[in-house]
């Protein structure tokens, strides 16, 4: 039997580069080197971007340039109904596309749903969704401020600017109301839309949100392995035992201001100890402010954006997740891939990846006097982080390397296929036993 083709559908891709580009680029690369034809639909943000290209051999059509390159000049309201409007015409191309394609991924369970649904209804086309991110699991408010702990809290390095916004998947199909997110539901129940999740704390999340979807399958980030050095095998080096890595997002969520605070108390026991942290984002000013603030602009460097990240996590002993909330983190795979434990939050993808006191550290989110307990524990004991960091790598070796998670899309994308190709022809003879 033939191999599916494959479209993968998501807001936003190359060179805007997060957490689910990075695995949408992977997995269709991956997906191409079995044969498998994997292209990328997307929006067309920036005028400069071409509508069509390959990015490491992976075809990219970008659609809605003409309604997403005017938005950023009009007002809000005007922004929302174009970018409603780009939403549309991502719906239309998916009709357009429908004979280049057997099976739509559409890769977050956001607005994008709802077009992209009703295309594949009217299309009589197989889609699979995924959930990417929960969010948080308690009741964030819209006015959210930096972690003061023993700072006054009114420092201006503390305040978020504008709106916080939770940054779940079905966060902007909720705020267009209750019939949009019935509809949503009902047209995937209506087409028999596969729902994947990242991790076993998503099982509720659906639910928890109206959009109660019996069956779910787990399928993890996979990480290419074969990009990640291990760290066991380099020489020794004083500065780096004594040197932390975070690789993160410099956002809200990503708790970079928790890190802050737990690295005040490690500084005080262990001064020497050196934190580099390996990412840019919206509050990075606040950050290095707050980081001035608490004494210890001398032990913490901001490196920025890096490319390379195995050199970055080269540098240190250990590295920490302090995310508030994920879907599934790309940094503790990454971290684990080069053979260094993690200490990390207790949050979705981190708590089914990391296995407290074998492979890593685990601690509640927003805890960072239990995250400076756990970031001492492993600067002063060489050969747990060692053995940790063994057990890390054998454990994404076993279960998150990119081979392996290929190979579960490979038996969902099949077993789609062919029951969408059996039913065909069951149909086909059934309307020729009635002629």
């Given amino acids: 039997m033939d191999n599916p083709r494959i479209y993968i559908a998501i807001a936003t891709f190359h060179p805007l580069v997060g957490g689910a580009e990075k695995q949408v680029l992977m997995q269709a690369r991956s997906l191409r080197a079995r044969g498998i034809e994997a292209t990328v639909l997307t929006f067309h943000h920036e005028s400069a971007w071409p509508k069509r290209e390959e990015i490491e051999g992976v075809p990219v059509i970008r659609v809605a340039g003409s309604v997403l390159h005017k938005r950023r000049q009009l007002s809000q309201p005007l922004q929302k109904l174009f970018y409603m409007l780009a939403m549309m015409i991502m719906g239309w191309s998916v009709w357009r596309h429908r004979h280049h394609f ?40 819209t006015h959210q401020s930096l972690l003061a702990g023993p700072l006054d809290p009114h420092l201006p390095c503390l305040r978020i600017p504008g709106r916080f916004k939770p940054g779940h998947d079905l966060e902007d199909l909720e705020r267009l109301g209750k019939p949009i997110v019935h509809l949503t539901y009902t047209l995937l129940l209506r087409i028999h839309a596969v729902v994947l999740i990242l991790s076993s704390r998503m099982k509720h999340y659906a639910a928890a949100h109206n959009f109660p979807i019996r069956d779910m399958q787990i399928i993890p980030n996979g990480i290419d392995i074969t990009q990640y050095q291990l760290q066991s095998d380099a020489p020794f080096n004083e500065e780096k035992a004594h040197t932390v890595v975070s690789v993160s997002r410099l956002s809200y969520e990503k708790g970079i201001d928790v890190l802050l605070q737990a690295w005040k108390l490690v500084h005080r026991e262990e001064p020497q100890a050196l934190l580099l942290i390996v990412g840019g984002g919206s509050l990075q000013s606040s950050l290095e402010g707050m980081t001035a603030a608490l004494g210890l602009s001398q032990s913490i460097t901001f490196a920025g954006e890096q490319h390379d990240i195995p050199a970055q996590l080269s540098r240190g002993n250990f590295a920490v997740s302090s995310s508030r909330w994920e879907g599934m983190s790309n940094a503790v795979l990454e971290a684990m891939a080069c053979g260094i434990p993690c200490v990390a939050t207790r949050v979705s993808g981190s708590e089914d990846i990391i296995q407290h006191g074998k492979n890593g550290l685990l601690v509640e989110p927003g805890d960072y006097q239990a995250m400076a307990a756990a970031i001492l524990t492993l600067l002063r004991d060489p050969q747990r982080t060692r053995m940790y960091g063994q057990a890390a790598r054998l454990r994404i070796e076993q279960a998150y390397t990119l081979e392996h998670i290929t190979d579960m899309y490979v038996a969902l994308y099949q077993q789609i296929y062919q029951g969408r190709v059996l039913h065909i022809q069951r149909k086909k003879v059934t309307q020729q036993c009635v002629e």
Avoid at 105 to 120: D, K, M, R, S
């Fill in 102 to 141: 057997d099976i739509l991924h559409v890769y977050q369970l956001n607005i994008i749903a709802l077009p992209t649904a009703f295309a594949c209804w009217v299309a009589h086309k197989a889609m699979i969704v995924a959930i990417r991110c929960t969010g948080s699991e308690t009741p964030v408010s």
